[in-house]
């Protein structure tokens, strides 16, 4: 909630914080480290703690000419793109298969996951992005 409200301009980040003084609110402050604004998203936001609890470098909502604006970019290569219910409607599979295309055309690699993946199989996500990111794939 916090980071639709930061994307939205509803509040900012140092408003809360002022809000926030003295120890019995260090947990709720840590939890303001994590916000940055960029997620258009809940699950996004989920994604990003993902990524980045992996130490792995994450860029959010990046336009990438030719391609468009993706949710991540892992390592400035593999475009993550995180799917809801409105990526399986036909006018909108078609527009995405054009985009994976368009991204491996310009030398990225691409993965799709949608909210359940991770939601329960964040693991396998991990796993699945770091062999893109070591280069490899682990049969």
Same mark, same amino acid.
């Given at each position: 909630?916090t980071?639709?409200a930061?994307?939205q301009?509803v509040t ?7 809000r ?7 947990a ?6 994590l916000?940055?604004?960029t997620?258009?998203s809940?699950?996004e936001?989920?994604?990003r703690?993902i990524?980045r ?5 994450t860029?959010t909502?990046?336009? !990438? *000419? &030719?391609i468009? @604006? %993706?949710?991540?970019? !892992? *390592? &400035?290569?593999l @475009? %993550?793109?995180?799917?809801?219910s ?5 006018r ?5 298969r054009?985009?994976?295309n368009a991204?491996?055309l310009?030398?990225?690699a691409v993965?799709r996951?949608?909210?359940a ?8 996500i991990?796993?699945e992005v770091?062999?893109?990111?070591r280069g490899?794939?682990?049969?």
């Amino acid at each position: 909630m916090t980071e639709s409200a930061v994307r939205q301009g509803v509040t900012t980040l140092p408003y809360l914080r002022a809000r926030l003084p003295g120890n019995r609110n260090g947990a709720a402050r840590k939890v303001l480290d994590l916000v940055d604004g960029t997620a258009d998203s809940a699950i996004e936001v989920v994604a990003r703690l993902i990524f980045r609890s992996e130490g792995i470098y994450t860029e959010t909502q990046v336009e !990438l *000419e &030719g391609i468009g @604006i %993706v949710d991540f970019l !892992l *390592e &400035g290569f593999l @475009i %993550v793109e995180i799917d809801g219910s409105t990526h399986l409607e036909p006018r909108q599979v078609k527009k995405d298969r054009k985009r994976n295309n368009a991204g491996t055309l310009n030398g990225y690699a691409v993965l799709r996951y949608g909210y359940a993946e991770v939601v329960y199989h964040p693991e396998r996500i991990i796993s699945e992005v770091w062999q893109v990111l070591r280069g490899r794939v682990v049969r």
